[in-house]
């Protein structure tokens, strides 16, 4: 079992910047592609962003495209995801998970996904 915690969430206003992160345990962190999603009240659970096994293949949401960055330090068994240009409609609580196959896929499917954090909660107003 993959234990991830998310944190770095916040109160923020329009136009600014959050840097989330989600600290993994087990010492096979590195063997799986690893996913950012996100959900806002009332809505589904959405894609935002993946991201491989060494980090060099990466996959974003077309709504996030160009704001978000992920990266991930598999030596602290850390993926991140900096937020910029926030905008309200970014309000949501995100959650990492880590994916069911160690292949990459950059899948945008949450099913396609095992384990998951708890979430970190993201406020942006304007």
């Known amino acids: 079992q993959v234990q991830l915690v998310e944190s770095g969430g916040g109160l923020v206003q329009a136009g600014g910047s959050l840097r989330l992160s989600c600290a993994a345990s087990?010492?096979?962190?590195?063997?799986?592609?690893m996913g950012w999603f996100r959900q806002a009240p009332g809505k589904e659970r959405e894609f935002v962003a993946a991201?491989?096994?060494?980090?060099?293949?990466?996959n974003y949401a077309d709504s996030v495209k160009g704001r978000f960055t992920i990266s991930r330090d598999n030596a602290k068994n850390t993926v991140f995801l900096q937020m910029n240009s926030l905008k309200p409609e970014d309000t949501a609580v995100y959650y990492c998970?880590?994916?069911?196959?160690?292949?990459?896929?950059?899948?945008?499917?949450?099913?396609?996904?095992?384990?998951w954090g708890q979430g970190t909660r993201v406020n942006v107003s304007l």
């Open positions: 998970a880590s994916e069911n196959s160690r292949y990459y896929s950059g899948s945008e499917d949450p099913q396609e996904y095992k384990y």
């Open positions: 087990g010492r096979a962190f590195s063997t799986f592609p």
């Open positions: 991201i491989s096994q060494s980090g060099t293949l990466t």
